[in-house]
């Protein structure tokens, strides 16, 4: 028998060409909020291209007994179609990638140190930096939030950053409380932040507005929600990679004792 003839992958694609048709409004959803975490030169095309094999790809790979909808993991695909085209066109300058390193590595110190999240000033003076020239690092490293929101934030779980925000669902027991637990933590590491970056967070995560959106609903330039944007999502990193060294060290302790 002809495979392209049996019924059985001729109703699975069939399956999938619906599923694909109904969603494909979450493609304009995506490029339209991901458009400003991308490089200009990184066109619309480029983004609905990517988004639409993302899109493509979910068809393909849907398990409902893994209990999700699917337009949830719909979603995840997309974005992750997207952060891929946009490593894959490595836009992102390797002194950049250093500066931002660098970023998160004086905020993490700076959270040590001082035992609180530390202020814009105290970032820069730790940088060497003016608190212009800092703020205008922050625009220029902000490109990286796109990315770093899909870079594993939990090595045990495997959950990224964006996950823990979003609250997906778990398919297990297990997993809705290992979920739950990074939930927690990242909310405690959210009310650490100063009030506009908090602001900025919930409305971008939790309300799915644009950074446009945002800067009108906060009478702020978008150049400054950006660099909120920018230090608020440093800030958290190194407050989880911070805390996950502390738990780290919390475990081989225990283990040495017993």
Not at 190 to 206: C, D, F, G, I, N
Not at 225 to 233: F, T
Not at 237 to 246: E, F, I, S, V
Request: glycine fraction near 6%.
């Amino acid at each position: 028998m002809n495979p392209s003839l049996d019924p059985y992958k001729q109703s699975c694609a069939e399956h999938q060409n619906r599923l694909v048709t109904e969603h494909m409004h979450l493609i304009d959803f995506w490029v339209e909020r991901m458009a400003p975490q991308v490089p200009a030169f990184m066109s619309r095309d480029d983004l609905m291209s990517a988004a639409m094999e993302g899109l493509n790809n979910a068809a393909q790979r849907f398990d409902p007994e893994r209990g999700f909808l699917f337009k949830t993991f719909a979603e995840h695909r997309i974005r992750g179609s997207i952060y891929d085209e946009v490593r894959r066109m490595d836009w992102f300058s390797r002194s950049l990638r250093e500066k931002h390193q660098q970023l998160t590595q004086t905020i993490r110190s700076l959270e040590i140190k001082l035992g609180r999240s530390p202020e814009e000033r105290e970032i820069a003076q730790a940088l060497g930096l003016s608190l212009s020239e800092y703020q205008d690092l922050l625009g220029k490293v902000s490109y990286l939030g796109c990315v770093s929101l899909n870079e594993i934030m939990d090595q045990d779980s495997g959950q990224s950053f964006l996950d823990t925000i979003q609250d997906e669902r778990g398919n297990t027991p297990e997993e809705a409380l290992q979920h739950s637990e990074m939930v927690d933590k990242l909310a405690k590491k959210l009310r650490e932040l100063s009030p506009k970056e908090q602001t900025v967070v919930a409305l971008y995560y939790h309300e799915g507005l644009t950074q446009k959106e945002i800067s009108q609903v906060m009478s702020l330039t978008e150049g400054r929600i950006s660099q909120l944007h920018s230090q608020a999502l440093a800030k958290l990193r190194a407050k989880m990679d911070n805390q996950a060294m502390h738990e780290g060290r919390q475990g081989t302790s225990e283990s040495g004792k017993g």
